[in-house]
């Protein structure tokens, strides 16, 4: 088993006269790359046949790309690019899932000094009216746009007004629009100007503009400079230590669209000489197949996945003791975020290492956002519990302002955005008198007495409410029990009362899980298990357990309404990770709010 270290969980505080406080890392940031171009130079010189990148290809085996391979690549891209005089006014668009030659086209952007923006393939795939792509195209005012498959996507950029605009596709050119082949750019002969070009590139101005998913309105383009990306990956560093003693191996389905992904993970691989095998798979039925495919045939060394992801993935490592032994056989550490693992999750990955290798994994997480690139706190220390956000990493302050009764976070660091793409306005709104970014969530010490034990994540600031007797709910806290309590019944929840005297839930169900509890065949419809005596029994078992421990009005949860339809893309009530939006949500389906807590045959009632 590989021995492991992390930095020493170490913080300090700075009381302010306003009763808030300030708490930051007494370690300095150590200095880091210019540019993220710097470091795939510097392993296609020290390492040129390491795999950085790997994919399956047409006859499902894996296609390896070396260092020195993918340095070629992005070059040959980049001067494709620059000879197409392209300014930085003018930026990349990338509309696709992860894939080489996304990773290609992203750095071969980024090498000629014009701004790339990846966008998740769900505006394009899974919208209607495209109504999100189209936003994000107005923004960005591309110059070029790539997608990997012209006849998948040709319906998506045919809604786009792309007068000068080129399209550049991998295969299956659109029927009905000119797309240039990506291979002509890879074809492309570098010259010194690429060299130029990156010795070039500014630090603090736009290296990519990454959208958040939109759940206060329309996507914003956040500002991604190279000195928030480098600057991350250096704090990251230093607090796991032994990144750099061997190159991280991963396995990723998480999408590049998103900051996790991205800045996060393939930037991990990246500054530290790693290899990335794509997972084309994803966590939902069916295609969690997928990636247990992936994960038999590369033990990572490194694991990062959102809490859904591990929900499907743990019944496979639970049925297959040699999937199992094999899962954690090379695992230095488990790493969940994008929101909080439920406990009996995390105490079921700890029994199965304890089963694999004899002892727990670390277990890992850390907290940010789009606009901090994205870590802000790290846990870098044993944890027994899945609620702890860590400590602030180095060259990240967080102050801490009271408000409403909970303490609201803003972040302050060479880590954070200068503001949003095209919008001065709301930028200027983003940032407090001090210049600490207001990221929007309450948080708490885990021990008032001791910062050192790190922060505990206590809701977002605007979905908190309360109820008629006056007590406060905090939406995020109800939810996460809700799911864990009803495990695995329920896949997503959003929580009801503002106003009113109880909590509700509207329910997005497992359906499996459901016709499980029925005996039902799998594939039954949900507006059918929702009718079944034997599911509505068991839920309100499972909740009574719950409130038995919870029977405060704050915490009790009184009634549920399984909703027959899936969250709505085009209205906004998913993001591209598949989290829910509560906002949207609550304002989409206020008539199933009202049925909620007046039709007490539709809604389930615990008592």
Not at 14 to 35: E, H, M, T, W
Not at 71 to 88: D, K
Not at 157 to 177: M, R
Not at 575 to 598: C, H, M, P, S, W
């Amino acid at each position: 088993m590989h021995k492991i270290s992390f930095a020493p969980p170490l913080v300090e505080r700075q009381d302010l006269d306003d009763g808030s406080f300030i708490l930051r890392s007494p370690v300095k940031l150590k200095p880091y790359a210019n540019n993220i171009c710097q470091w795939l130079e510097n392993w296609a010189s020290k390492t040129p046949n390491r795999i950085f990148l790997a994919e399956r290809d047409e006859t499902g085996n894996w296609a390896e790309y070396s260092y020195s391979q993918a340095r070629s690549m992005a070059r040959a891209v980049a001067q494709a690019l620059m000879g197409r005089n392209i300014t930085a006014e003018r930026t990349v668009m990338i509309v696709s899932d992860n894939s080489v030659d996304h990773a290609i086209m992203y750095l071969g952007g980024i090498m000629a000094g014009i701004p790339v923006s990846q966008i998740t393939p769900a505006y394009a795939l899974m919208s209607q009216d495209h109504g999100k792509l189209k936003h994000v195209f107005n923004v960005l005012n591309p110059s070029l746009i790539y997608a990997p498959d012209g006849r998948i996507y040709e319906k998506a950029l045919k809604a786009l007004d792309l007068e000068g605009v080129e399209v550049v596709v991998s295969k299956n050119p659109p029927a009905e629009l000119a797309a240039t082949p990506f291979s002509s750019l890879l074809a492309t002969t570098e010259t010194p100007d690429v060299d130029v070009s990156v010795s070039a590139l500014d630090p603090d101005g736009v290296a990519k503009i990454l959208f958040t998913s939109g759940s206060t309105g329309l996507p914003k383009g956040v500002i991604n400079t190279h000195r928030m990306m480098c600057s991350n990956q250096q704090a990251l560093a230093q607090c796991w230590p032994f990144i750099e003693n061997r190159p991280p191996v991963l396995v990723e389905w998480l999408p590049w669209s998103h900051t996790f992904g991205s800045n996060h993970n393939f930037n991990l691989a990246l500054r530290n000489g790693g290899t990335m095998y794509i997972d084309a798979g994803k966590p939902a039925p069916g295609l969690v197949d997928t990636t247990v495919k992936n994960l038999k045939d590369v033990a990572p060394t490194i694991y990062f996945n959102v809490p859904r992801g591990y929900d499907q993935l743990i019944p496979f490592l639970e049925s297959d003791d040699s999937f199992r032994d094999h899962f954690f056989s090379n695992l230095d550490t488990l790493f969940f975020a994008a929101a909080a693992l439920p406990q009996n999750l995390f105490r079921r990955l700890q029994d199965l290492s304890l089963a694999a290798r004899g002892s727990e994994i670390p277990m890992t997480t850390a907290w940010g956002s789009t606009e901090t690139a994205p870590l802000t706190t790290s846990v870098h220390f044993a944890i027994d519990r899945s609620d702890l956000l860590g400590l602030p990493a180095p060259g990240s302050e967080v102050k801490l302002v009271p408000s409403g009764g909970k303490l609201e976070a803003r972040i302050r660091g060479v880590n954070v955005t200068p503001g949003y793409y095209g919008r001065p306005d709301i930028s200027r709104d983003a940032f407090d008198e001090d210049g600490f970014y207001r990221i929007g969530d309450a948080v708490k010490l885990a021990n008032p007495d001791n910062p050192a034990e790190g922060l505990v994540f206590d809701g977002r600031i605007a979905e908190d409410f309360k109820l008629m007797t006056g007590s406060w709910v905090s939406a995020s806290t109800i939810r996460t029990a809700a799911i864990a309590a009803a495990n695995p019944m329920i896949q997503d929840a959003v929580v009801t009362g503002h106003d009113r005297d109880e909590i509700g839930l509207l329910v997005f169900a497992n359906a499996p899980a459901l016709a499980e509890v029925a005996g039902l065949p799998p594939e039954s419809p949900v507006s059918e298990l929702t009718r079944d005596p034997k599911v509505k029994a068991e839920l309100i078992r499972k909740l009574d357990l719950y409130n038995k421990d919870h029977p405060a009005s704050s915490q009790r949860i009184g009634r549920m309404l399984i909703l027959l339809a899936p969250p709505d893309l085009d209205a906004g009530e998913i993001t591209d990770k598949g989290y829910i939006n509560q906002r949207a949500v609550l304002e989409n389906r206020a008539d199933q709010v009202a049925q909620l807590y007046l039709d007490e045959e539709s809604a389930i009632i615990c008592r």
